[in-house]
């Protein structure tokens, strides 16, 4: 059997930490993460998934993590009921986290991949707006086609 979610999206508003009875750090969280193909409008849709972390993790994610920010997170999927005010039975999915990832910095919530290769922390003095990041696509926006011939391909 498996039972294996890996994600990557953006948070939808700041961790919820909160504390078991027994003083265990659990926090909560909404990623929002793109699906990969568009729908039948063209339209690209996001799914919002319920991240629920423990333990010291929780404290991280809670200290660290801020809506907006990008972050991947390894877990299993956790299907739970519970039964609301009104007597109704309610069943909610969630992703209980084994591992996050904080995959861009405060200050760089909008760059490209969340990589920022200034490691000085400053992005003042890092020169001109267009230096590009090495996970840039090289070929986007190009619209020439490329010319590859049976001799450059591993294979």
Do not use: H
């Amino acid at each position: 059997m498996l039972n294996r979610i890996i994600l990557i999206g953006r948070l939808t508003a700041d961790p919820e930490l909160r504390y078991t009875n027994s003083g265990t750090a659990v926090a909560s969280f909404s990623l929002a993460v793109d699906r990969p193909r568009p729908n039948q409008n063209g339209e690209r849709e996001t799914d919002f998934i319920n991240i629920v972390v423990w333990q010291k993790q929780a404290e991280l994610c809670a200290q660290y993590l801020k809506k907006g920010r990008l972050a991947a997170v390894d877990g299993r999927l956790q299907i739970r009921s519970y039964d609301n005010k009104e007597g109704q039975k309610v069943r909610v999915a969630e992703v209980v986290a084994e591992s996050v990832r904080f995959l861009d910095r405060a200050d760089q919530t909008n760059s490209s991949f969340g990589v920022d290769n200034d490691r000085g922390g400053n992005s003042a003095g890092r020169g001109s707006a267009e230096k590009s990041s090495p996970f840039e696509d090289p070929f986007a926006g190009d619209g020439k086609p490329i010319d590859i011939t049976d001799d450059d391909l591993p294979f």
